[in-house]
């Protein structure tokens, strides 16, 4: 399932960056969140991957990210 979603997206990411190749990393990692303070801080990991990748200059002006705690 994993496999078809990183297909789908890759294949219409590269067109949008003008790439081709790799989007995505070729492993999966596992993880079980145990306590809402690990939660919150994957989740943050998560949502500033746009920002790193270059793809916006901060969460506010990433249109694909949704948060009820962003504000904007």
């Known amino acids: 399932m ?3 979603i ?8 590269n067109p ?6 790799s989007v ?4 999966s990692f596992d993880h079980v969140i145990r ?3 690990e939660l919150a801080e994957k989740t ?3 949502m500033q991957n746009p920002a790193k990748r270059g793809l ?7 249109r694909w ?5 962003l504000t904007g």
Request: hydrophobic share 30%.
């Open 35 to 37: 306590h809402a303070e």
């Open 24 to 27: 995505w990393t070729d492993e």
């Open 65 to 69: 990210l949704f948060s009820k705690n």
């Open 6 to 13: 990183k297909g789908g997206s890759a294949r219409r990411i």
């Open 16 to 21: 949008i960056l003008n790439s081709q190749g």
């Open 44 to 46: 943050e990991y998560i």
């Open 56 to 62: 916006a200059d901060c969460l506010q002006g990433y």
């Open 2 to 4: 994993l496999q078809r």
